[in-house]
């Protein structure tokens, strides 16, 4: 498959009257700057009837109108602080042909292949990034690529599905929150937890971040992405075992993510006494209280950070791994969202630490990070011509960086995205259909 460039341009949104005239801007919030500044990128692939690429075009300059934020720039306000500059930049935007059909360019796997889908982010400005290639046969992929500092993945499902229906000729609402300011301290201040060595570090003790990095170079060299299929049938049994002799059983996540974890740790061999940990990303909007409206646009999330030995791991059923993530994620709970907001909130503390959330690392073990998008409306994004045949994350070669989605079926089976180093994944690949 031949990806050929025909346009690239930069969008401005389309207001309804006259565009605002004063140039203004948006402090980031404590839960942005604790987030990866890196862009997300995306892969949607749709199959004929598509619209024109000017009704998907017009339809995101229009969108863009309300969130103004993707069509800014980050930089520094007037007082000297990060935020978003909603000075109508614009983004990137890029038409593209592929030389054969969809069926000809089938499978889609987490290769480097995908990149062809995307400009370059290299040196970019741009808060955002699409790129709308088609095929032969009029279907047509879209890659899509956000930096994640702006907006966590439900706030970007969110703007994704409002393009949609704008491209639709209908009303978006409801409309989003964009009020960052919202989330202030507490007087006084009662930090109950660690946060200093949890969501940030001090740059003096960098070395000591949670993430180890044991026998690693930080080089990707070797790694292979591998897509893992789970029948719901598989689920119900995993999610059956997990939960024996427990009243309340534990949710499909919590099984899946403790099978994947004990099958990752046991591939990789590691030292029995090695401590292993999955980073495991949280949503505030249902846990503080009040509730945060799911229509908050910004970063609102925290992580849960279940860990073990390795040794105890592999030994003990899946039941213990399963607990160790059921009780981690639960302590995430309003009380530890408003401990975080007194402590991050303090610009004499935080000002000589740096986020842990790290997104120039590439090898992650003996740890595991869980991106989990079963739970977002990425599958309702519709243009006019349909929901999308397949979704998934473009390509992102870290190691022990796992992505869970939903499967393009539509039955209920999930999709697990599993890097990891070539020599660890033929182990992998038969301890993760295994419930011995």
């Known amino acids: 498959m031949k990806v050929q460039t025909k346009s690239s341009m930069i969008l401005k949104p389309i207001y309804d009257g006259e565009p605002?005239?004063?140039?203004?801007?948006?402090?980031?919030?404590?839960?942005?700057?604790?987030?990866?500044?890196?862009?997300?990128?995306?892969?949607?692939?749709?199959?004929?009837?598509?619209?024109?690429?000017?009704?998907?075009?017009?339809?995101?300059?229009?969108?863009?109108?309300?969130?103004?934020?993707?069509?800014?720039?980050?930089?520094?306000?007037?007082?000297?602080?990060?935020?978003?500059?909603?000075n109508d930049e614009g983004m990137r935007f890029v038409e593209a042909s592929a030389d054969c059909t969809l069926n000809q360019a089938m499978p889609f796997k987490p290769s480097m292949d995908l990149l062809n889908f995307h400009p370059t982010l290299k040196g970019l400005e741009e808060l955002v990034t699409v790129q709308l290639t088609r095929f032969t046969c009029d279907s047509m992929v879209l890659g899509f690529s956000t930096n994640h500092i702006i907006a966590d993945g439900l706030a970007t499902s969110n703007f994704l599905v409002a393009w949609g229906r704008v491209c639709r000729g209908l009303d978006i609402g409801p409309l989003p929150l964009f009020d960052r300011t919202i989330f202030t301290p507490r007087e006084p201040p009662i930090v109950e937890f660690d946060h200093e060595r949890i969501e940030y570090m001090s740059k003096k003790l960098i070395k000591e971040q949670p993430y180890s990095y044991a026998n690693s170079d930080d080089s990707s060299d070797?790694?292979?992405i591998h897509k893992a299929h789970f029948t719901l049938e598989f689920?119900?049994?995993?999610?059956?075992?997990a939960s024996e002799g427990r009243n309340r059983p534990y949710s499909t996540f919590e099984s899946l993510v403790a099978h994947l974890w004990r099958a990752i740790t046991q591939a990789r061999g590691l030292n029995g006494f090695e401590t292993t940990h999955v980073r495991i990303s949280v949503n505030g909007r249902q846990r503080m209280n009040p509730r945060?409206?799911?229509?908050?646009?910004?970063?609102?999330?925290?992580?849960?950070?279940?860990?073990?030995?390795?040794?105890?791991?592999?030994?003990?059923?899946?039941?213990?791994?399963?607990?160790?993530?059921?009780?981690?994620?639960?302590?995430?709970?309003?009380?530890?969202?408003?401990?975080?907001?007194?402590?991050?909130?303090?610009?004499?503390?935080?000002?000589?630490?740096?986020p842990t959330a790290d997104a120039e690392k590439m090898v992650?073990?003996?740890?595991?990070?869980?991106?989990?998008?079963?739970?977002?409306?990425?599958?309702?994004?519709?243009?006019?011509?349909?929901?999308?045949?397949?979704?998934?994350?473009?390509?992102?070669?870290?190691?022990?960086?796992?992505?869970?989605?939903?499967?393009?079926?539509?039955?209920?089976?999930?999709?697990a995205i599993v890097p990891l180093f070539e020599d660890n994944l033929v182990t992998f690949k038969k301890l993760c259909y295994s419930l011995d």
């Open 20 to 86: 605002p005239s004063v140039v203004d801007s948006i402090p980031l919030s404590i839960f942005d700057k604790v987030n990866y500044n890196t862009h997300v990128a995306l892969v949607y692939v749709f199959k004929p009837p598509t619209p024109t690429n000017t009704t998907i075009q017009t339809g995101l300059q229009k969108v863009l109108a309300i969130y103004r934020e993707w069509a800014g720039r980050l930089g520094m306000d007037n007082n000297g602080c990060p935020a978003i500059l909603l």
């Open 235 to 241: 689920l119900s049994k995993l999610k059956a075992k």
């Open 364 to 415: 992650l073990c003996p740890n595991i990070d869980v991106d989990s998008w079963l739970r977002f409306p990425f599958y309702d994004l519709d243009f006019g011509g349909g929901t999308p045949f397949i979704f998934l994350p473009s390509y992102l070669p870290v190691e022990g960086l796992m992505f869970l989605l939903p499967s393009f079926i539509g039955d209920g089976s999930i999709d």
């Open 222 to 224: 070797g790694l292979i």
């Open 292 to 354: 945060v409206p799911n229509e908050y646009f910004g970063n609102l999330v925290l992580w849960a950070f279940p860990r073990a030995k390795v040794k105890e791991l592999l030994q003990e059923p899946v039941q213990y791994a399963a607990k160790l993530i059921h009780d981690a994620v639960a302590k995430v709970n309003d009380d530890y969202f408003k401990s975080f907001i007194d402590f991050a909130s303090n610009e004499e503390v935080v000002k000589d630490m740096v």
